[in-house]
């Protein structure tokens, strides 16, 4: 008698378990369907009354006639090409650094780790005035260095903590035995360690891929330049120009969404796997 | 006692660790401790930017905090969109983990939804707020209706809108679910099985192994938490301009305002340093109370 009213109370719960997981999915998804739906919709329809749900018919002209508009094919190509160069320069750098802060044996090493390690603490607030000044005075507004140019020199702590983590999990005997072979250092770092800390690459790659395509606050302050804008600049002054067209608007959005929406969707595990890493044993 | 060869080998091993860090350290170098100081000494001076600065010792900080009406705003509205949105945010992506991280199918595409939106650009998600919860057309005050609610003008009124920023937040809250389910996922199955076998029951093990593990995961989202609600902007520049009546003017739109719609750097400066000196002093209390309920394996409590 007792396992059996034990049973059905674990059944209850996990129908109980199952119904707030999928309610809070609805409400959590809904945001992203509203968009889509308002994005194919005729402009009399996204405004009736009560709210239709489904667009009848769904129609593309929001994207074909609204997306012409500004160049926004030109904001997507400029913030790819940021992403790339930031890309690139991140994970050759960051990878460079972390390898010497993990495994490379020289004088002072921790001590620099660990001060590089607090400015993970720091508001970004602090440091933007003084930046910008420091790129006026070398001509660096309007042009993409002020966003690339961190990423070639370490791409952040945050970066380079996560991927010493990772390091640290390698056996030492790998680098000694690479070493009484003969191998120079940035053999190791290259043909040894490198692929075995491919997933931490991913990683790497996911973050800064959507930290540079969301990017908000310095594109704004260093690019005024409307050949030069980004796709979150874009949808900024787009947003200025059609305040109420929303069906124009929620095109814009979604071209803005879709690409990190499919790129984290494919490697969700990487991203993933990186906070937990940088959460946990932070 | 080291043979030449081993020498060598460490004094090439120290070459190259410095070289291959160089690139890092040149980054922190320029990019944060420079325009640290930086920033600190031209908070004491009139600088626009172009020109010459002269030095004015205190009075930035002086007029910060005696005749500028809104800095002192400022401070308020962040600090009150703290208070609500970290205990709302810690709350709601706990209790998301938690179901979580029982023994559900489809975890991965449970997981995978409720962390989607924390990747999508926040101008996108500003304007799809924005919508959603227009006074007029938006379909939220439409589904209010039907519940016999009266309209909400939500991010257009001084009431609402610093509520309705912390709500909108937590749809973005993914990297605290994720750091709280893994937190679950790392309490040791046997702590659980240890209460059963004392007789315990689901609320024992809750008191008494769920919370106590998990409070170095709260403990860091509350730290993060805190220094990130300093670093509210986004939505404030995008939807409501700091609005209505500026009471959403957070301390990051006042700075970035005051340095590149005004250009007073000086000022802003010293705007920099306090929403600093706060993330520091913050953090440091929040270490220091650590001591008192963060529970850490293999330490004692103290």
């Not at chain 2, 500028?68 to 709302?88: E, G, R």
């Not at chain 2, 509520?163 to 199955?189: D, K, N, S």
């Not at chain 2, 609320?203 to 192994?209: A, L, N, P, R, S």
Request: with cysteine; proline share 5%.
């Amino acid at each position: 008698m007792k396992t059996r009213s034990h049973k059905f109370s674990k059944l209850m719960v996990k129908i109980l378990l199952y119904t707030v997981l999928g309610c809070g999915l609805l409400v959590w998804m809904f945001p992203f369907y509203w968009i889509l739906r308002t994005a194919f919709m005729k402009y009399e329809q996204i405004l009736a009354y009560p709210p239709l749900w489904i667009p009848k018919p769904p129609i593309i002209t929001n994207f074909t006639e609204g997306l012409k508009i500004l160049p926004f094919g030109r904001f997507y190509i400029n913030t790819i090409f940021i992403v790339v160069v930031c890309l690139i320069g991140t994970l050759f750098t960051s990878t460079l650094a972390s390898y010497s802060f993990s495994r490379l044996r020289w004088p002072g090493r921790d001590k620099i780790f660990s001060i590089i390690l607090t400015s993970m603490m720091l508001p970004s607030a602090v440091t933007l005035v003084p930046t910008f000044i420091g790129w006026s005075k070398v001509n660096g507004v309007n042009t993409y260095y002020p966003l690339t140019v961190p990423s070639w020199l370490g791409g952040g702590a945050f970066f380079i903590f996560l991927l010493r983590q990772f390091y640290l999990t390698i056996p030492r005997e790998y680098d000694e035995a690479a070493l009484v072979d003969g191998a120079g250092f940035f053999t190791i770092y290259w043909r040894i360690m490198l692929p075995m800390i491919r997933p931490a690459l991913i990683s790497v790659a996911m973050f800064c891929f959507v930290n540079n395509w969301n990017d908000f606050m310095m594109p704004l302050v260093y690019l005024n330049d409307e050949k030069l804008y980004t796709i979150s600049l874009g949808l900024r002054s787009f947003m200025g120009m059609y305040n109420t067209d929303w069906g124009y608007m929620m095109a814009a959005a979604t071209i803005a969404v879709l690409p990190v929406v499919i790129i984290f969707t494919i490697g969700q595990r990487y991203i993933i796997e990186g906070v937990v890493m940088v959460g946990i044993k932070g | 006692m080291y043979t030449t060869l081993e020498v060598f080998k460490k004094d090439k091993e120290a070459r190259y660790g410095v070289l291959f860090a160089l690139p890092a350290i040149l980054g922190f170098a320029v990019f944060t401790i420079g325009p640290m100081i930086a920033s600190f000494i031209f908070s004491f001076t009139n600088y626009s930017g172009v020109g010459n600065r002269e030095f004015v010792g205190l009075s930035n900080y002086i007029k910060l905090f005696t005749t500028d009406p809104l800095f002192k705003n400022s401070l308020k509205v962040t600090l009150i969109y703290i208070s609500m949105s970290v205990p709302l945010n810690i709350i709601v992506s706990f209790f998301i983990a938690f179901l979580l991280s029982q023994n559900i199918k489809g975890r991965g595409f449970f997981r995978l939804v409720y962390y989607l939106p924390t990747v999508v650009p926040l101008v996108a998600t500003s304007i799809i707020w924005k919508w959603l919860l227009d006074p007029a057309v938006g379909v939220v005050n439409y589904y209010r209706m039907l519940l016999n609610l009266p309209p909400s003008k939500f991010l257009f009124d001084e009431k609402t809108v610093l509520p309705t920023m912390a709500v909108m937040g937590v749809w973005q809250t993914g990297t605290m679910m994720l750091t709280f389910l893994a937190g679950f996922q790392g309490i040791p199955r046997q702590l659980y099985e240890a209460i059963e076998v004392d007789g315990g029951m689901g609320y024992h093990k809750f008191m008494y192994v769920t919370v106590p593990m998990m409070t170095p995961s709260l403990f860091f989202n509350l730290v993060t938490g805190l220094i990130n609600g300093f670093q509210v902007f986004t939505q404030a520049y995008i939807i409501t301009s700091g609005g209505p009546n500026n009471r959403s003017n957070f301390l990051l739109l006042l700075l970035y305002n005051e340095a590149f719609v005004k250009g007073k750097m000086g000022y802003a400066c010293a705007i920099a340093w306090i929403i600093f000196i706060m993330t520091v002093i913050l953090t440091i209390i929040n270490f220091k109370l650590s001591n008192k309920w963060v529970f850490y394996e293999g330490g004692e409590r103290k």
